[in-house]
T-cell receptor, first 114, second 108 residues
Framework: DAMVIQNPRYQVTQFGKPVTLSCSQT?????MYWYQQKSSQAPKLLFH???????NEADTPDNFQSRRPNTSFCFLDIRSPGLGDAAMYLC?????????????FGPGTRLTVL | KNQVEQSPQSLIILEGKNCTLQ??????????LRWYKQDTGRGPVSLTI?????NTKSNGRYTATLDADTKQSSLHITASQLSDSASYIC???????FGAGTRLTVKP
């Protein structure tokens, strides 16, 4: 089945130790998004790719970077995780960036920072 | 102040009962308003998408309404089931402004 896959589902890292979260999709969608969701809060958009074009949200910290080597894969790199970066990280895709395009979410990666 | 406010923050109902969740927004103009269901530990799943010109949209037991004049939307769940226990998130799409969500618990 076509889907959005995130690996790993749970990730534990140490304070300041770089970590990479992975997202892949079989939907062949043009747009891929990364969201951060802290406990009991709404998801917060970090950035998105439209094909190879990277779009960063204005308030996304420099500590967060992203790579999209091809249509299917997108990575979230946290260069120096702090305790405040512990959260659920959600990847989503959509066929286009249009405002009526449905976003399909992956199951998320829960990041713990020790 | 959050531009998308949801109420109540949490709700407990008995299985089989109906319930209505509210979403008030100040974002204007906007392209569309969406309701998502998010199960614990899972990604959000889209329930309905309404443009500003639509008043109502149904998806099975879920019915969303939109009043663009009062800037209010509601999600009505009919004959609730245990599987409806989740967080329900209202999203106003201009640049994806999320509400904080309403956590619904359905008890047998």
């Amino acid at each position: 089945d076509a889907m959005v896959i995130q690996n790993p589902r749970y990730q534990v890292t140490q304070f300041g130790k770089p970590v990479t979260l992975s997202c892949s999709q079989t939907l062949n969608h043009n747009v891929m998004y990364w969201y951060q969701q802290k406990s009991s809060q709404a998801p917060k958009l970090l950035f998105h790719y439209y094909d190879k074009d990277f779009n960063n949200e204005a308030d996304t910290p420099d500590n967060f970077q992203s790579r999209r080597p091809n249509t299917s894969f997108c990575f979230l790199d946290i260069r120096s995780p702090g305790l405040g970066d512990a959260a659920m990280y959600l990847c989503a895709t959509s066929g286009g960036p249009g405002r009526t395009d449905t976003q399909y979410f992956g199951p998320g990666t829960r990041l713990t920072v020790l | 102040k959050n531009q998308v406010e949801q109420s109540p923050q949490s709700l407990i109902i008995l299985e089989g009962k109906n319930c209505t969740l509210q979403c008030n927004y100040t974002v204007s103009p906007f392209s569309n308003l969406r309701w998502y269901k998010q199960d614990t530990g899972r990604g959000p799943v889209s329930l309905t998408i309404m443009t500003f010109s639509e008043n109502t949209k149904s998806n099975g037991r879920y019915t969303a309404t939109l009043d663009a004049d009062t800037k209010q939307s509601s999600l009505h769940i009919t004959a609730s089931q245990l599987s409806d226990s989740a967080s329900y998130i209202c999203v106003v799409v201009v640049d994806m402004r999320f509400g904080a969500g309403t956590r619904l618990t359905v008890k047998p």
